[in-house]
């Protein structure tokens, strides 16, 4: 998977971008430094204070947590070690063409609405609406699962001593305050909170390795009975489908990089960085972690998310078999500090998606208020609220039901979202060939998404392929005959989606847009020269330094 960066010139064209004025640009306001748009009708501006340090890290980081170290265990016991690795695989492939693709578009337009921006400018409003639904839909079910994870961890160690409302009140509390402080505080616990997972996850690959050769009091080596003993592939195509949908619930959508990039101080630079990075990291974190769990645990013990008796991660599991004194309880506050930082993304993320709606018209224009902080106050609200009501809801009935029904709004959410990001670069590259616009070639630094329309193409097939997985497993369940009650809990997410964009499309009779009028200038900003002096010194360097930068955390 390996992603090149194209630039259509070298740092030796950079003067004349000073001087050069874009033939198709006739933006209706500028993007000034410090800020990402102009305030449009007196709603306030975001602030680009995300470095491109911190962008680099989190991109590290981001969307790793719970579906990495807690949920493989979950995968592992419905589908199997061979179910689960070809699941996590394709849903890794779909995350490099996925990112590819958006982030053709993010660079040359970085606002922080994002794809919703460009669908509603390229395709058809109601399409942006949909979008918008599907992502702050799947973000705020993401914020409201990770407090039933938290739930099991804390009782990792209380055991069910501390009642189970508490402990989600504790969760919301931790989380909800953090957005009452300015961004750039925001952007620093997510720095932390990556760095966490980062080393984490090097910490648990190498005591797993240790595992696999025997450490510990009570360990023993681990000669991959785990795949030979037990079936390696269970429940036939429904182990394959659960696989897959926990993998791309797991993964995230990914597009919380793009969303930043639109408060990033350059975007040029921090989205082609994360464009190369985050495909990578993806594949070696969860492919890694899928091998290592398939061998360390065997996918009939109980204690695995989903079982019938206490469920914790899969490598705290291994490592409490192997005897290992201590290590357990570091594992599991690490993953605490994990799951806290996905749910700052799962505020972050849809209260940026509501704002960016407001200010397209899709919602009341209210929503797009910012106070002087650069915070988006009511669509902070908004999320907050019924963040915190989906989280709560776990107690009227089992958590492990409601994280299911959860799990699946997620899935379906962000798998219809790779899809109209797909849909909606195909009418970017339209109206660019409609309107012969340079805008992928010049001026210097300009990036587009090599081999196109591979990527594209690619997540739309693995996104049918994921509507057939969800579709399988609500019409036949693993371990169970069809019932109106499962479609719905598979299907629901999707179903509010098409909905949702259908209802929209009736109502203000939306047009489809026409390529030879689509917007190509608002929002695009102009690099400034500190971006430029930061590209020409990045792209002098030796290549061996160049890739250097992508691990660096610092």
């Known amino acids: 998977m390996n ?11 950079s003067s004349k971008l000073c001087s050069e004025k874009p033939l198709d640009l006739t933006p209706r306001h500028s993007v000034d430094e410090g800020q990402i748009d102009s305030d449009v009708e007196g709603s306030g501006t975001l602030h680009r204070t995300l470095t491109p340090r911190l962008i680099h890290v989190i991109s590290l980081g981001s969307n790793v947590g719970s579906g990495l170290f807690i949920a493989t265990g979950k995968a592992l016991g419905e589908g199997d070690p061979g179910n689960m690795f070809i699941g996590y695989l394709i849903v890794c492939i779909g995350v490099w063409a996925n990112l590819q693709t958006l982030s053709e578009m993010t660079i040359a337009f970085p606002t922080s609405g994002n794809y919703i921006d460009y669908a509603d400018r390229w395709v058809d409003p109601a399409l942006a609406f949909g979008a918008g639904v599907a992502e702050w839909l799947g973000w705020t079910t993401v914020f409201a699962s990770e407090g039933t994870f938290f739930v099991l961890l ?12 508490a402990l989600l009140t504790i969760y919301l509390v931790i989380c909800l305050v953090v957005f009452l402080v300015p961004n750039k505080y925001f ?20 005591i797993s390795l240790a595992i696999i050769g025997g450490a510990g009091p009570s360990g023993y080596v681990r ?26 619930w797991a993964t995230g959508d990914q597009v919380f990089i793009g969303v930043m990039g639109g408060e990033a101080e350059s975007p040029r630079y921090s989205m082609a960085h994360a464009a190369n990075l985050v495909p990578w990291r993806v594949a070696v974190f969860y492919l890694v972690s899928v091998v290592l769990v398939s061998v360390i645990v065997p996918s009939d013990d109980s204690r695995l998310l989903g079982g019938s008796s206490v469920t914790t991660s899969p490598f705290v599991i291994a490592v409490e078999d192997a ?11 690490c993953l605490i500090i994990g799951i806290l930082a996905i749910a700052l993304e799962g505020i972050f993320l849809p209260s940026r998606i509501l704002r960016t709606m407001a200010l397209q018209k899709l919602l009341p224009s209210f929503i797009a208020k910012v106070d002087d902080k650069g915070r988006p106050r009511w669509a902070l609200a908004i999320t907050a609220i019924v963040g915190v009501t989906i989280t ?10 409601v994280l299911n029904w959860l799990i699946a709004i997620t899935s379906a959410s962000f798998f219809t979202n790779w899809a109209i990001i797909a849909i909606t670069s195909f009418r970017f590259r339209a109206a660019i060939k409609a309107q012969k616009s340079t805008l992928l070639t010049t001026p210097a630094y300009a990036w587009h998404s090599p081999l196109w329309p591979l990527a594209p193409v690619t997540v739309l097939i693995i996104s049918t392929l994921l509507l057939v997985c969800i579709l399988y497993l609500g019409i036949k369940p693993i371990d169970d005959s069809f019932s109106a009650y499962n479609f719905f809990s598979y299907t629901i997410g999707l179903i509010l989606i098409i909905v949702a964009t259908i209802v929209y499309k009736i109502v203000f009779w939306t047009e489809w847009r026409d390529p030879n009028t689509a917007d190509l200038g608002t929002g695009r900003a102009v690099l400034t020269a500190e971006e430029i002096r930061r590209l020409d010194v990045y792209y002098g360097m030796p290549r061996w330094r160049r890739v250097g930068a992508y691990v660096r955390m610092w």
Do not use: R
């Not at 804390?154 to 409302?165: K, L, T």
């Not at 952007?187 to 190498?206: A, D, P, R």
């Not at 005897?323 to 506050?333: C, D, V």
């Open 3 to 13: 992603s090149q960066l194209k630039f259509s010139n070298g740092p030796e064209t």
């Open 154 to 165: 804390v009782n990792f160690w209380a055991d069910g001593a501390i009642p189970e409302a």
């Open 187 to 206: 952007g620093w616990l997510e720095y932390f909170g990556s760095l966490v997972k980062v080393l984490l996850f090097l910490f648990i690959t190498i």
């Open 223 to 248: 000669d991959g009975s785990t795949w030979t003993e037990l079936p390696a592939f269970k429940n036939g195509f429904g182990g394959f489908a659960n696989a897959a949908l926990l993998a791309i």
């Open 323 to 333: 005897g290992i004194k201590g290590i357990p309880s570091l594992i599991n506050a």
């Open 392 to 401: 709560y809801m776990s107690l009227s009935a089992g958590g492990l039901e």
